[in-house]
């Protein structure tokens, strides 16, 4: 289809993105050591002693003292459009021990390299403007009441992107990879008239999709009658001079749904909580305030009745085609019916069924496990041109997707926002596995011909936990391998620390999941291990605070990594990374977008 040319956004040049992605790399493989190490072995492996050289209470004084100080070292354009290959952070560890020796260095280089310091994103507004030209937005669905303040926040914000991108492409598909409970996918196609598979390797969110929608279908009716009755009753009391304000109309029935959605919602609330309403819940039309004949009040009542009906169709079309029933009038026992009928109303049910996964704005969910190699065609008989999308895709899954969007030549754009970095394989962590396998990181030439690892310890570094729950753990692996001589173990304590009234409950909690014998441990004698250590809390600290700091590097360079990855393909057109969440309300908040260049002909 003939599309309007519209110049998309300056694209950050590869060249800057791989001086970026170089800085990046030599400050944090100098801070790898201080990445890697596990605080559950702080006190059996001596990491302060190890890795830091000043005391703790001058680290985190420097801490708190350094963090504003960082922000100047770096000009408006920010390293990735000026060379910064004087490493002017090496002195922060020391050559020969590895140590951290100047705090202060090592926070300003840091806050040097984060993304919002590099210059390396593209504003979201300038590539909304670009990818819209003077087209107007569509409004209607509101999803906070239907989801938390966090995936509302996503959803929205990522599906008006994702529409913009459809429609600057020409195409009317989306695929969303890892789609969960199908927040952005029933989003998209109901919002925007888009057609979406969503694939998750979960069959658990798809058969709680379906059982939501059975538990949804029994309201539907009740809605249509009290829907009917309220239309009537404002009918006439216009008719008796009381205008009816727009948005209380239908209001009882909205009401209703939003009643019976929290009783379902404690039947199942993470089922539930991704609920998605018809344009008609939010978007109501408007009365004329005027006197009305007996005819014409039956007329208006008929029309909106129709509306009603429509706007219920529109809930269903989102439904999975096997979800929806066909209810009929007549009520028939089954087993009187001839075999000729039965496979007749068969047939007739599969037809409605077809029908429905004809249209344009429909959302299926399926269940595949996708991988690089995984063919899209096998699970989606009617591919065409279209946009893979995901949203906080865990793991190698992020990065499988860009894969496949370079790979498929029916994938013309991608939108992805990954997330759980510690579940990335990694090619160079264990040397001993299948050289031939596909990894999770690195992706780009650059790292790959560095040998580039990061480790498990590193990529955990944004997923820490309290200092007093840290600080259990590594008194635990102090008991465990002086009172128990073990070393090493397959088994994890999980979330005891939550669970716990006191220290010494949380060890004897720990002990039986390790299924180690507790009896031959006193209280006196966990509790002289607690007092022994409790003075170096302020260590631990410390120490977590570091890797606190460390912990954005880590994600800019998996980042950076990935848009390096792409911008070494030579279909693509434009590529950026693009902030799209607040970040107080989504951590993981930044997407790597990318467009085929046949997109943007």
């Known amino acids: 289809m003939s599309r309007p040319a519209r110049a998309l956004p300056a694209q950050l040049p590869a060249a800057a993105a791989a001086r970026a992605l170089r800085g990046t790399a030599r400050f944090v493989r100098r801070a790898l050591p201080l990445c890697r190490a596990h605080t559950v072995e702080f006190f059996t492996r001596g990491l302060w002693e190890r890795l830091v050289a000043p005391p703790p209470r001058a680290v985190l004084e420097a801490l708190r003292a350094a963090g504003p100080l960082a922000r100047p070292l770096a000009g408006p354009s920010g390293p990735a459009a000026a060379p910064c290959d004087d490493d002017m952070f090496s002195s922060a560890f020391c050559e020969n021990s590895e140590k951290l020796i100047d705090v202060h260095l090592f926070v300003l280089a840091a806050e040097y390299y984060s993304l919002s310091n590099l210059g390396v994103c593209t504003p979201l507004e300038d590539v909304l403007e670009a990818l819209k030209g003077n087209s107007q937005g569509a409004t209607g669905i509101k999803p906070d009441e239907f989801m938390n303040n966090k995936k509302s926040h996503e959803v929205q914000v990522m599906s008006e992107l994702v529409d913009s991108i459809a429609n600057y492409c020409g195409i009317k598909q989306v695929i969303d990879i890892g789609s969960g409970k199908g927040y952005l996918s029933s989003f998209l196609s109901m919002q925007y008239n888009l057609k979406v598979y969503g694939i998750d390797s979960s069959n658990s969110n798809t058969n709680g999709a379906c059982e939501r929608n059975r538990k949804l279908k029994k309201h539907w009716r009740a809605y249509q009658s009290r829907g009917r009755a309220n239309l009537k009753t404002q009918s006439l009391e216009k008719t008796n001079g009381r205008p009816v304000e727009s948005e209380m109309k239908y209001k009882t029935i909205n009401e209703e749904f939003l009643n019976n959605t929290k009783s379902l919602q404690s039947w199942d609330h993470a089922i539930m909580q991704d609920l998605v309403p018809s344009r008609g819940f939010t978007e109501m039309g408007t009365f004329e305030t005027r006197t009305e004949t007996e005819a014409d009040l039956v007329a208006q009542t008929k029309s909106h009745e129709s509306k009603l009906s429509e706007e219920v169709l529109a809930i269903l079309n989102v439904l999975p085609a096997d979800a929806v029933e066909v209810f009929s009038s007549s009520h028939c026992n089954w087993g009187e019916l001839s075999e000729e009928e039965k496979v007749q109303r068969k047939m007739t049910s599969l037809k409605a069924k077809a029908t429905k996964s004809s249209e344009s704005n429909l959302y299926l969910p399926l269940t595949s496990c996708i991988t690089a190699e995984t063919e899209l065609s096998d ?61 999770g990181f690195p992706m780009c030439q650059y790292l790959k011909d560095k040998g580039w690892c990061c480790g498990r310890n590193a990529r955990m570094s944004a997923c820490l936990l309290p200092t007093e729950s840290l600080f259990y753990r590594a008194v635990l692996q102090v008991i465990i391998e002086e009172m128990y001589g073990v070393t090493r173990s397959d088994r994890r304590v999980g979330k005891t620390f939550s669970k716990s009234s006191s220290f010494i409950d949380y060890v004897r909690r720990s002990l039986k999941k390790l299924e180690l014998d507790d009896s031959k441990l006193p209280d006196s004698c966990i509790m002289d291990y607690y007092e022994k250590y409790k003075h170096r809390m302020n260590e631990l600290e410390a120490f977590n605070m570091l890797k606190v700091v460390l912990a954005p590097c880590i994600e800019v360079l998996i980042l950076l990594d990935r848009l390096c990855y792409l911008k070494e393909q030579e279909n693509i057109a434009w590529s950026g990374l693009v902030k799209l969440f607040d970040p107080v309300k989504s951590p993981r908040c930044y997407a790597v977008i990318a467009l085929k260049e046949d997109s943007c002909s």
């Open 379 to 439: 699970i989606i008989t009617d591919l065409e041109d279209c946009v893979m999308v995901g949203l906080h895709t865990c793991g190698d899954l992020a990065a499988n997707t860009l894969r496949i969007f370079a790979a498929k030549p029916e994938i013309k754009a991608v939108c992805s926002v990954g997330c759980c970095y510690h579940l990335l394989s990694e090619q160079f962590e264990n040397q001993e596995e299948c050289c031939n396998e596909v990894w």
